[in-house]
């Protein structure tokens, strides 16, 4: 709170500074900035900061670089904090969901709204909100199957429905989200930077974490239809959201009633439903593959996010057609994909094979084991026998599981050779021989998480992931 006010006023001219280009005042707004950050981080760190300020008294030249670093750190940070705002996105968002709770009660109370105006509204929210799971996200931006174009054009269009910006916007940043996830200055949504920014605030200011050059998109920029959707984005909008809306309620006999709850409602619905993905997603739930960044699996998200819930394992294998990769996870886009490929409207879908879906599962559970362990022992007491038994359970079954990589990677290596030296009309007999060896080792990595699953049995540990 002091330092907010010591740099309060420094901040109000540097603002105006750097609008006339004083790199003067703006280096010393750097120094107050980094000021403020020193001072937020003893607070938090306490005396361990001071310690590290003491045996930092001695500069070296890795100190230097280190200075220079914190330097760009720090001026982008400055960057982020006189972000403008971003006028369209933060009107239209900020303006949607309260015309929304005002009119949408209003009207329900005092109109009669009919089953085909209901049923409009399911079939746009549905459309909308998988248009953008299997569209913007799973096609689009990652590639993980391919689309006939009546079903491209089909979740293009109710991707345009869903206003959450061109393709060209909307997949450059996700790909730099998965680039740069949790990074603070890189990652446009990161949920390093709190639930506000990740869920709706990074749109409503032009961060520099959300300026796209395309890039990292050149698959998408030579495409004649999404150079059209980019181009008149704003007009397709409109003629989406309003012309197509207002249609269809003249087709069921109630252009407002639709246009109150297929259009504005459904819109604003929508809209949060999809960025849960990018906020509670990385916020609350379980991480059975990985704890390298900070996505969650989360079945109860999964509902509102047609299927994104599982955002953990889609982090982590992220060209999976799939992202509830077990039968019975609960993802409608990976249905729809699956459905419209038996009727050859979609094709090559990817996927990941089981056995490495296994192993980065056992892998996060030797980890998740080892923390339980460290959690016993940092507590300073004797290690409990039942937790001895752990350690020991835990440490022979990893030797196996190495054993079992080894085994795994060797297997690799020799089907790539085979692949280059047998001879066509064995390669079949081949096949079958490795079909079963890699059958072997999946059997052996199935058998490592049950081992695992009983030895946190044993500590009274329900490990989930496991
Ligand atoms: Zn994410
Ligand atoms: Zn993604």
């Given at each position: 709170m002091i330092a907010k006010k010591a740099i309060g006023l420094p901040l109000k001219s540097l603002r105006f500074a750097i609008k006339s280009g004083d790199t003067?005042?703006?280096?010393?707004?750097?120094?107050?900035?980094?000021?403020?950050?020193?001072?937020?981080?003893?607070?938090?760190?306490?005396?361990?900061?001071?310690?590290?300020?003491?045996?930092?008294?001695?500069?070296?030249?890795?100190?230097?670089?280190?200075?220079?670093?914190?330097?760009?750190?720090?001026?982008?940070?400055?960057?982020?904090?006189?972000a403008p705002i971003n006028w369209i996105p933060a009107t239209l968002l900020v303006a949607t969901p309260i015309a929304a709770a005002v009119i949408a009660p209003w009207y329900l109370a005092t109109h009669h709204v009919s089953a085909p105006v209901w049923g409009v509204f399911g079939t746009f929210m549905v459309w909308t909100g998988i248009s953008i799971t299997a569209g913007y996200h799973r096609l689009l931006s990652?590639?993980?199957?391919?689309?006939h174009p009546l079903v491209k054009n089909f979740l293009l269009l109710g991707s345009?429905?869903?206003?959450?910006?061109?393709?060209f916007d909307w997949v450059s940043g996700h790909r730099s989200h998965h680039r740069h996830v949790d990074h603070r200055l890189d990652d446009p949504y990161s949920a390093q930077r709190g639930f506000f920014f990740s869920h709706?605030?990074?749109?409503?200011?032009?961060?520099?974490?959300?300026?796209?050059?395309?890039?990292?998109?050149?698959?998408?920029?030579?495409?004649?239809?999404?150079?059209?959707?980019?181009k008149y984005y704003g007009l397709w909008v409109l003629a989406a959201n309003v012309g197509l809306v207002a249609?269809?309620?003249?087709?069921?006999?109630?252009?407002?009633?639709?246009?109150?709850?297929?259009?504005?409602?459904?819109?604003?619905?929508?809209?949060?439903f999809t960025f849960f993905i990018n906020s509670l997603c990385h916020i609350t739930g379980t991480r059975p593959y990985t704890d390298t960044n900070s996505a969650r699996d989360n079945f109860i998200l999964a509902i509102f996010t047609w299927g994104e819930g599982y955002h953990n394992y889609h982090h982590f294998f992220q060209y999976d057609y799939r992202n509830g990769v077990k039968w019975w996870q609960y993802d409608p886009t990976k249905w729809l994909i699956a459905g419209l490929s038996k009727v050859g409207l979609t094709s090559e879908l990817r996927t990941i094979d089981n056995t490495t879906i296994k192993h980065a599962e056992v892998q996060m559970?030797?980890?998740?084991?080892?923390?339980?362990?460290?959690?016993?022992k940092e507590a300073g007491l004797d290690i409990p026998h039942i937790m001895q038994n752990f350690q020991d359970r835990i440490k022979f079954e990893l030797d196996a599981f190495t054993q079992t990589v080894e085994?795994?990677?060797?297997?690799?290596?020799?089907?790539?050779?085979?692949?280059?030296?047998?001879?066509?009309?064995?390669?079949?007999?081949?096949?079958d021989n490795l079909k079963s060896e890699y059958a072997k080792i999946e059997q052996k990595i199935h058998e490592h998480n049950d081992?695992?699953?009983?030895?946190?049995?044993?500590?009274?540990?329900n490990n989930k992931a496991a």
């Amino acid at each position: 709170m002091i330092a907010k006010k010591a740099i309060g006023l420094p901040l109000k001219s540097l603002r105006f500074a750097i609008k006339s280009g004083d790199t003067l005042i703006q280096t010393a707004g750097t120094q107050a900035l980094r000021f403020k950050t020193w001072f937020d981080d003893s607070k938090a760190n306490g005396v361990a900061k001071s310690e590290n300020a003491n045996s930092a008294s001695v500069i070296n030249s890795d100190n230097k670089s280190d200075v220079s670093m914190n330097e760009t750190i720090d001026i982008r940070e400055l960057e982020f904090k006189k972000a403008p705002i971003n006028w369209i996105p933060a009107t239209l968002l900020v303006a949607t969901p309260i015309a929304a709770a005002v009119i949408a009660p209003w009207y329900l109370a005092t109109h009669h709204v009919s089953a085909p105006v209901w049923g409009v509204f399911g079939t746009f929210m549905v459309w909308t909100g998988i248009s953008i799971t299997a569209g913007y996200h799973r096609l689009l931006s990652h590639r993980a199957y391919k689309a006939h174009p009546l079903v491209k054009n089909f979740l293009l269009l109710g991707s345009t429905l869903a206003v959450q910006g061109s393709a060209f916007d909307w997949v450059s940043g996700h790909r730099s989200h998965h680039r740069h996830v949790d990074h603070r200055l890189d990652d446009p949504y990161s949920a390093q930077r709190g639930f506000f920014f990740s869920h709706i605030g990074w749109m409503l200011r032009n961060y520099p974490s959300g300026k796209f050059d395309y890039k990292n998109i050149p698959d998408l920029t030579k495409d004649r239809v999404l150079q059209i959707q980019h181009k008149y984005y704003g007009l397709w909008v409109l003629a989406a959201n309003v012309g197509l809306v207002a249609a269809v309620g003249w087709l069921v006999g109630d252009v407002w009633g639709t246009l109150v709850l297929a259009g504005l409602v459904r819109l604003v619905l929508t809209h949060h439903f999809t960025f849960f993905i990018n906020s509670l997603c990385h916020i609350t739930g379980t991480r059975p593959y990985t704890d390298t960044n900070s996505a969650r699996d989360n079945f109860i998200l999964a509902i509102f996010t047609w299927g994104e819930g599982y955002h953990n394992y889609h982090h982590f294998f992220q060209y999976d057609y799939r992202n509830g990769v077990k039968w019975w996870q609960y993802d409608p886009t990976k249905w729809l994909i699956a459905g419209l490929s038996k009727v050859g409207l979609t094709s090559e879908l990817r996927t990941i094979d089981n056995t490495t879906i296994k192993h980065a599962e056992v892998q996060m559970q030797f980890k998740q084991a080892q923390q339980q362990i460290d959690t016993v022992k940092e507590a300073g007491l004797d290690i409990p026998h039942i937790m001895q038994n752990f350690q020991d359970r835990i440490k022979f079954e990893l030797d196996a599981f190495t054993q079992t990589v080894e085994e795994w990677q060797a297997l690799k290596a020799k089907t790539i050779e085979l692949k280059k030296t047998e001879f066509a009309d064995r390669l079949h007999e081949v096949d079958d021989n490795l079909k079963s060896e890699y059958a072997k080792i999946e059997q052996k990595i199935h058998e490592h998480n049950d081992n695992l699953k009983i030895a946190f049995r044993s500590i009274g540990y329900n490990n989930k992931a496991a």
